[in-house]
Structures are given as structure tokens and as C-alpha cells.
């Protein structure tokens, strides 16, 4: 199909590309949200293989039942998050994409390349994550500071501490 429309000049939006990267061409609307599942789970390595179609809260329901997290939180589908973050999230290990030529499996620092390319690069099927056991108990915790540096300070205190955290947000 993508090899078709490259070339038919049909630009491929799969939900991870910018409608301005498909102006003044016909476009094909691909809707992954089918690709949903977990594919494959390696405990030994904490690592799963996870279509991209998938949804953050589909994803995390399905490690949960698994007694595992990805520790990540994302609102989109999985392909789209790798395709819109600024850099490659931590928990993506590698990434398999199809484009027109075939699918290229991108791992070993190259999945980087996938990050921040709304879809312009090819379609990401799947992607290898970084999993691990759910924990046992939960404590969260939120701080006022009274500005962004003391903020920023409290956060990088944290991280030198060596104090367990699963996840550390700043909000301004």
C-alpha cells in the first residue's frame, strides 16, 4: 500500500504526521488503531514488543494484567507519541516501520531517527519498550513551590538523593 501511493504522489497520514507536511496532495487516511496488542514479552530483559496502534491507557491495562508498567504515560497511540515527542521517549527500545521500500526494523540508537518525524519517515507498526514489575505499593506527592527554580531545584535535589521515584513532573 505505501509503496502504491508513493507511487501514485499520495501523501500516507497514519495520525502521526502534521496536516501541513500533506498540503496540496491527495491523502490516504491509514488507521493503525487495529495494531493494539502486546506482540511479545521478555521478562529476562523487561522488555515487551507492542503494536503502535495502541493507546497509553490500552497499554498500561494490559502490562497491569501482566503485573507490569511501562511507567510512561501517553494519550495518543504509540506510534503517534514516537512520532510527536521532541526526542525518543527513555522507554522505546527500538521501533519497526513500514515504509515504501519495506519495513525497516530501527534499533541500536537508529529508533532516534523516528522522533519528531510525524510520520514523514514511514508508518511505525511496533516498537520494543522498556517494562518492569509493577510495585508493590504506590505513594504520590505533589509540592508547591513558590516559583519555576525552586521547582527545578526540589527535582534535581531528588535525582542526586538517589530517593526512588518513579516518575518526577514540574509544572509551571
Request: proline share 3%.
Amino acid at each position: 500500500l505505501l509503496a502504491l501511493c508513493a507511487e501514485l504522489d499520495i501523501a500516507v497520514y497514519a495520525g502521526g504526521a502534521g496536516t501541513d507536511v500533506l498540503r496540496g496532495r491527495p491523502i490516504l487516511a491509514l488507521d493503525i488503531s487495529g495494531l493494539g496488542h502486546i506482540l511479545a514479552q521478555d521478562r529476562l530483559s523487561g522488555l515487551v514488543d507492542v503494536e503502535a496502534g495502541i493507546g497509553g491507557m490500552a497499554l498500561e491495562r494490559q502490562l497491569k494484567a501482566r503485573g507490569l508498567t511501562s511507567g510512561t504515560a501517553f494519550e495518543t497511540s504509540l506510534g503517534g507519541w514516537i512520532a510527536r515527542a521532541e526526542t525518543m521517549p527513555a522507554a522505546v527500545q527500538s521501533v519497526t516501520v513500514a515504509t515504501p521500500q519495506g519495513v525497516l526494523h530501527l534499533g541500536n540508537g537508529l529508533h532516534h531517527l523516528m522522533a519528531g518525524s510525524r510520520g514523514s519517515l514511514g508508518v511505525i507498526t511496533s516498537a520494543k519498550l522498556q517494562i518492569r514489575p509493577n510495585p508493590e505499593s504506590e505513594d504520590c506527592h505533589a509540592y508547591l513551590c513558590p516559583d519555576f527554580a525552586a521547582g527545578l531545584a526540589l527535582l534535581r535535589e531528588t535525582a542526586r538523593s538517589g530517593l526512588a521515584h518513579g516518575r518526577l513532573f514540574l509544572s509551571d
